[in-house]
Structure formats: C-alpha cells, structure tokens
C-alpha cells in the first residue's frame, strides 16, 4: 500500500512528538527525583550535625561542672548551666523542626526526656554547697550520659542508613540524568536531520510538479485555444454546408412542383411515383440538415445564456406546440409542480420538446397515450453520480415516463448516440439524431440524463439537473 509522502511526515512528526514528549517527561521525573534525594541528603546531613552538636554541647557541660568540682573555680561555670541548656534547647527545637521521620520524632522524644535528666543532674553539679551532697555523682552523670549517647548513636545510625540509600538513589539518578538528556537531544538531531531531508525532498517533488504544472497548462491552452479554433471552423463549414445543401433542396423542390403541376396529368404513373418519393427524400434531407444543425448548436451555452428557466411556462409552451400530434394519439399528460432552474430558455424548450415528440412517436397503437412527469428535489450527495465537491448542492430528478412500445433494456445507452435508431425508418419517422440532441444539452447544463425501458411497458427518461448552475463550469 502507498503512503503519501505528507502522511509519512505527518507520522513521523507524531511519533517524534510522542517520543519527545514521553523522554522530557522521564527527564522531569528523573530530575526531580534527583533534586529530592539532593535534599533529602541535605536534610541527612542536617540531623546528624544537629545531633552531634546536642552531644559535643553536653560533654562540654558535663567537663565543665567536673572541672569546677576539681578546681573550684567559677571560670568552669561560664557560660551557665542555663545558658548551655538554652543552647540544647534551640538544638532540640531545630531538630524537631526538621526531622520528618515518626520513628526518629519518637527517638528525639526520648532523648528530649534523657536531657531534661541531664539537665537536672547537670544543674546540681552547678551548685556551691557540696556540704548538703548536692555534688553530683560520678557513677549517676556517667549512666545518663551512655543512655543519650545511645540514643543520639541509634538516631545517628539511622540517618547514616537514610543517608546511604539516598546517596545510592542520587548516584542512580545522577547516572541515569546524563544518558537521557543525551538521548533526547541525539533523537531530536536525527529527526530534524530527517524531517530537513523529507521536506528538502518533497519541496524539490512540489518545485518539479508546478514546473510540469506550468507545461501541462501550456499545452493544455495551446490545445483550448486550437478547439476552440477548430469549433469555430466547424461552425462555419456546418452554417455553409446547410447553406449550400438547403439551396439545390429548394431547387429540386421547386422543380418537383412544377413538373406535377405542369405535367402531373400527362405523366406516367411510375414516373409520378419517382417525383413523389424524390419530394420526400428532400423532406428528410432537410429535417435532417436542420437536426443537425440543432447538435452542432446544442453543447454550446454561454454563461450569459443561462438565466432563471421556469419549466412549468416552459413545458405549457411544449404541449401547446404537440397539442395537435398529442391529440392524435388519444394521450394525456399528467405533470407535477416543477421548480425554477437556471439553464438556457431555448436549449431547455429543444429538450423537452424532443422527449415528449419521442413518447408520442412511439405510442403504443392498442391503448391511449399517457405521458407522467414527476420531479424531486435531491442533494448531490443523495445522488451516486455527482462528484464530491458538489454534494451540497440541490437538484431536480425529473422523470418522464409514458406507456408506449418501449424497448430493449440492452439499448438504454445507445439510443442517445447520433444516428442510432432502434426502429427502421419505413416504421417510425425521425433521423436518429433527436435523443442525441438531448444529451448534449443535459451536458451542457452539468447534468445527467439515462433512459429505462421494456418492450410492450413503456419508455422512463430520467433528467437531472443542478437549480444553479456553477459559474466557473
């Protein structure tokens, strides 16, 4: 199957996008989680600093109240046990500020609680009065000291483990970080590059097609122009051999009729029946000089000519013109409203005039004639033979079907071919040329015309034509 090159871009650039935009979403996704573990192990590193600060900041306690019991000497006290514990305090309260963890805010709860001991023992050791054993006990500071330092070592070991498994997330995505933006970016070269390479191609393709383009519509008008050239030679010799036929028919015409009154009684009647089929030969050969005359004509239309048709005036024209010839065959013509549509007045009389003469030529000789015309309005998209681009506009199905002889399915295309007759003419009158006519002029007004029939049933001729007609036809 071919794929046209402008779908292939088409599904090149979706792919692209698709992969683009699937690849930068794992890149924000990747980033982000490498800015999070960035700052989960700031965070780390954060806890483990505050905790060892609480610590160092207790031993210094704990070292200065021993040394002011050795020496006796206030320098040990400066700064104060409220001082210090102010500081361990602020410690405690930043720890809680950003510790995040519920298992390590309940750890930090209990050394919260192994503090304030501290700080109590811590406070005694301060005092001066060592006669009342406020001195504090060696053995009682030590025991206080291994639990907070167990409890600070707990919550130390556990951030070092958060810390690890962050620290090997960060280098995960740090790894994975690079590969991808390179990735996207080798990607996003390689389909420029080809999407530079398609478009190059087919830029090159539309440059060469408008230069065949040109020289097709070149051709194309040197070939319109050499028609048109043609169509008008042909007119010229069609109005000049008319002419110059009409004339030796009129001559052998008039000559017939001065031999049959100047002699006619003096005639053998042999010889009288020669002049008389030789008066009717020049009959048919002018009815058929005339039609053909009427073909030439009749595909021609210029645009001026097309104007608002009524066909109801129109078709009351028709039957008043084969009133008497409709009278003779006993028939009756049952019509529909028709609408308005834009066509050439005269052409559009020619066409229904030559139907309905059709449907009274060939009447059936056992039952009165009967001549139906119905109509329907139609959209070109409810008709299988318009072309797409005109399925919005509205059109005129009209029908005319009589119960005359009709004729062989297997002729429905043919009858509307110049000179084709389905009868001979010693049985019906005519030259062939009548339904041709109507086809032309169908063509003309952009419609479609076809023909149904069985023998001994009847003849339906179907015409449809646009309400209006397109101006750039």
């Known amino acids: 199957m071919h794929i046209s090159v402008h779908k292939k871009i088409k599904v090149g650039f979706f792919i692209a996008f698709t992969i683009i935009v699937g690849a930068s979403v794992l890149s924000y996704l990747i980033g982000k989680n490498l800015m999070h573990n960035a700052n989960r192990l700031n965070h780390t590193v954060e806890v483990s600093k505050r905790l060892e600060r609480v610590t160092k900041q207790l031993k210094d306690a704990e070292a200065a109240i021993r040394g002011y019991n050795l020496t006796k000497q206030d320098a040990f006290l400066h700064p104060s046990m409220e001082e210090r514990s102010i500081r361990i305090e602020q410690e405690y309260r930043n720890l809680r500020r950003i510790m995040d963890d519920p298992g390590q805010q309940k750890n930090l709860?209990?050394?919260?609680?192994?503090?304030?001991?501290?700080?109590?023992?811590?406070?005694?050791?301060?005092?001066?009065?060592?006669?009342?054993?406020?001195?504090?006990?060696?053995?009682?500071?030590?025991?206080?000291?291994?639990?907070?330092?167990?409890?600070?070592?707990?919550?130390?070991?556990?951030e070092e483990a958060q810390l690890y498994e962050k620290s090997r997330l960060f280098e995960f995505f740090s790894n994975l970080w690079i590969p991808v933006v390179f990735i996207i970016s080798l990607f996003a070269i390689l389909i420029g590059v080809y999407s530079y390479v398609i478009l190059s191609k087919e830029f090159r393709l539309q440059l060469h097609i408008e230069a065949r383009m040109k020289l097709y519509q070149r051709e194309l008008q040197d070939n319109i122009t050499l028609l048109n050239k043609s169509?008008?030679?042909?007119?010229?010799?069609?109005?000049?051999?008319?002419?110059?036929?009409?004339?030796?028919?009129?001559?052998?015409?008039?000559?017939?009729?001065?031999?049959q009154t100047k002699y006619g009684r003096e005639l053998p009647p042999d010889a009288a029946e020669l002049i008389n089929r030789m008066v009717a030969a020049v009959s048919r050969m002018r009815v058929l000089i005339n039609d053909l005359l009427t073909f030439s004509r009749a595909g021609r239309m210029m645009p001026e000519t097309m104007l608002p048709v009524d066909l109801n005036a129109l078709l009351q024209d028709v039957t008043g013109d084969l009133e008497v010839a409709l009278l003779e065959k006993n028939g009756t013509i049952l019509m529909d409203q028709?609408?308005?549509?834009?066509?050439?007045?005269?052409?559009?009389?020619?066409?229904?005039?030559?139907?309905?003469?059709?449907?009274?030529?060939?009447?059936?000789?056992?039952?009165?004639?009967?001549?139906?015309?119905?109509?329907?309005?139609l959209t070109g998209r409810e008709i299988g033979l318009v072309k797409e681009d005109k399925w919005d506009e509205t059109f005129?199905?009209?029908?005319?079907?009589?119960?005359?002889?009709?004729?062989?399915?297997?002729?429905?295309?043919?009858?509307?071919?110049?000179?084709?007759?389905l009868h001979g003419v010693s049985e019906y009158k005519g030259t062939g040329i009548g339904l041709a006519i109507c086809k032309k002029i169908v063509d003309a007004h952009n419609g479609y015309i076809s023909a149904f029939g069985h023998p001994d049933e009847g003849a339906e001729f179907v015409i449809i034509l646009p309400l209006k007609q397109s101006r750039e036809d």
């Open 109 to 158: 709860d209990t050394l919260k609680q192994l503090l304030d001991v501290k700080y109590k023992q811590l406070t005694a050791g301060e005092q001066k009065d060592f006669s009342k054993g406020s001195r504090i006990s060696v053995g009682e500071g030590e025991v206080s000291m291994d639990l907070i330092d167990r409890k600070v070592n707990e919550m130390t070991q556990i």
């Open 231 to 259: 169509n008008q030679e042909l007119e010229q010799f069609a109005y000049v051999a008319s002419h110059d036929l009409q004339e030796p028919l009129r001559k052998i015409s008039t000559f017939s009729d001065r031999l």
């Open 396 to 421: 005129c199905r009209i029908t005319i079907k009589d119960n005359g002889i009709g004729f062989d399915p297997v002729y429905a295309d043919r009858i509307f071919l110049i000179f084709q007759r």
């Open 338 to 377: 028709l609408p308005e549509v834009e066509g050439n007045d005269t052409a559009l009389h020619q066409l229904f005039q030559n139907l309905l003469s059709n449907s009274i030529k060939f009447a059936h000789p056992g039952r009165p004639l009967e001549i139906r015309i119905k109509r329907e309005l």
